[in-house]
């Protein structure tokens, strides 16, 4: 793939800048920060929360951002109405797992609520059954050469 | 989102009643997923679009994140750090449910990623180019593998079919159970009708399972 600020080997320097030059070295789509820099060199320790786990702010959290900076601070301010794990990522630029481990960090301060869906889910009949009749309803007309 | 803010539930048991005017008490949907994969070019992403309520995002992951009881960047081998593109979208079935579509990468080197993301889907819809039918091969494998419910959808580009859906169905060899259909990847409603065959054929397998 593309080159990319990614592809860290060592955990970051304590000088490294967590916040790294906003528009400096390698600015191109990615973070001009290497992805594991801003989460001290953590990877998959929140590996468990899926892609689709949503976040919102605390009210708690919005109160006490001031107390946050760069990418923590950002996340919560994203995350005013409830927003998906992957949504974050993409909004924010920021790698996955990046977001995932800053979210487990920001839900251990309170400044964030993480709703991981339950396990059994995507079995579950009820769930099932929503999801299809919710496909069923929505309408098709629009910027389709149509179906029904 | 819509409604008159009420206080967020307590989920950390302090006072919420003042920063409520600031905060969208908005209790988060249900988020469920479904993956669509596929060989590299056969619609995916197209397909995606054409149910989502946003424009497909394309976020980048890499294989490093799902190396999972590794804690230590420095001890990820070089190769599992390959960045790949996810695309997903997402549509508001209701305020309650949310289903958001992974596009999975195209190819089979990105195993690690696709357990990433495939975990806890309710289903997958494996796309597939009936002149290239080998590109889904490791699609097909993966879910079933997996044990995830799936259907092949055989895309017509524009409107051909070159081959018939049993031949198809035969060349992948799947077993019967698995919906083999055909459907055009650029029409909402199709891709809709879609994503319902491999929701009927979870539910049909949840039953039984019940």
């Excluded at chain 1, 900076?69 to 409830?82: K, N, S, T």
């Excluded at chain 1, 059994?120 to 309408?139: F, H, K, M, N």
């Excluded at chain 2, 669509?36 to 056969?42: E, K, L, N, R, Y």
């Amino acid at each position: 793939m593309s080159k990319q600020g990614g592809r860290q080997q060592n955990p970051a320097g304590p000088a490294a800048g967590r916040d790294g030059a906003p528009q400096g070295a390698g600015a191109d789509r990615a973070s001009a920060v290497r992805p594991f820099m801003v989460t001290d060199g953590r990877v998959a320790a929140e590996a468990g929360l899926p892609v689709e786990t949503q976040v919102v702010a605390t009210a708690e959290g919005l109160g006490k951002i001031g107390a946050l900076a760069f990418e923590r601070r950002a996340i919560v301010e994203a995350c005013g109405a409830p927003l998906s794990l992957a949504e974050v990522a993409v909004k924010l630029r920021l790698h996955l797992n990046v977001v995932r481990v800053l979210a487990g960090d920001l839900r251990a301060g309170q400044f964030l609520a993480v709703h991981v869906p339950r396990a059994g889910t995507a079995s579950d009949i009820d769930v099932l059954r929503r999801v299809i009749d919710g496909l069923r309803a929505i309408p098709t007309s629009v910027g389709s050469r149509d179906a029904d | 989102m819509d409604s008159a803010p009420s206080p967020l539930p307590s989920a950390h048991g302090m006072p919420t009643e003042v920063y409520t005017e600031t905060v969208p008490a908005t209790r988060p949907p249900l988020p469920v997923k479904m993956v669509v994969a596929g060989g590299f070019g056969v619609g995916k992403t197209t397909a995606v679009a054409s149910v989502s309520e946003i424009e497909p995002l394309t976020t980048e992951a890499s294989i490093t994140e799902v190396a999972s009881g590794v804690d230590d960047v420095s001890l990820t081998p070089n190769k599992t750090t390959t960045t790949v593109a996810m695309d997903f979208g997402c549509l508001t079935l209701d305020p309650t449910l949310k289903l958001y579509l992974f596009g999975t990468p195209g190819q089979d080197r990105f195993g690690f990623m696709w357990d990433d993301v495939t975990e806890g889907a309710l289903g997958a819809l494996v796309v597939v180019d009936s002149r290239r039918l080998d590109d889904c091969f490791p699609a097909v494998d993966y879910f079933e593998r997996k044990g995830m419910p799936f259907a092949v959808a055989v895309n017509t580009f524009d409107g051909e079919l070159t081959h018939p859906i049993d031949a198809v169905r035969e060349a992948l060899d799947v077993v019967d159970e698995v919906p083999v259909i055909s459907f055009d990847a650029r029409d909402q409603g199709s891709v809709r009708d879609s994503l319902v065959v491999v929701l009927e054929h979870a539910l049909a397998r949840a039953v039984a399972a019940a």
